[in-house]
Nanobody
Framework: QVQLVESGGGLVQAGGSLRLACEVSGGTFSSLSMGWFRQAPGKEREFVVTITANGNNTESADSVKGRFTVSRDNTKNTVYLQMNSLKAEDTAVYYC?????????????????WGQGTQVTVSS
C-alpha cells in the first residue's frame, strides 16, 4: 500500500516562501511520477506542478510558473514543492499525488494515490 505524507505547510506573509515535502512509503518511489495539487475553500482541486519519475521533466500551472519549483530526491523517497513570492491567492490545502504512469500530468484522474494534504495560508 503506497502512502503519502505531506509536511511543511503553515502561515506565511505575502512575498514569503515555504517548502512542502511529501514522503512516500510502501512503493517503488523511483517508478512513480508525482504531482502537487491544491484546493481552496469552495473551489475545485487544481493542478499545481508535476514531475516525472526520474525527475528530468516538470510542468507547472501558469498561475505558479516562475514562483514554484518541484523537485524530488529518490534516495529519500521524497518530493518537494518550493514556493516563493507567495500570494494570498495561493492559500489552499496542498495535496501530494503519485502515479504509476510515466507522466502524471495535470489531470487528477491520472493519479493513483493521494496524501491527506497540508494547509498553506498566505496573509496579505
Amino acid at each position: 500500500q503506497v502512502q503519502l505524507v505531506e509536511s511543511g505547510g503553515g502561515l506565511v506573509q505575502a512575498g514569503g516562501s515555504l517548502r512542502l515535502a511529501c514522503e512516500v512509503s510502501g512503493g517503488t518511489f523511483s517508478s512513480l511520477s508525482m504531482g502537487w495539487f491544491r484546493q481552496a475553500p469552495g473551489k475545485e482541486r487544481e493542478f499545481v506542478v508535476t514531475i516525472t519519475a526520474n525527475g528530468n521533466n516538470t510542468e507547472s500551472a501558469d498561475s505558479v510558473k516562475g514562483r514554484f519549483t518541484v523537485s524530488r530526491d529518490n534516495t529519500k523517497n521524497t518530493v518537494y514543492l518550493q514556493m516563493n513570492s507567495l500570494k494570498a491567492e495561493d492559500t489552499a490545502v496542498y495535496y501530494c499525488a503519485a502515479s504509476w504512469r510515466s507522466w502524471g500530468g495535470m489531470f487528477r484522474a491520472r493519479y493513483d494515490y493521494w496524501g491527506q494534504g497540508t494547509q498553506v495560508t498566505v496573509s496579505s
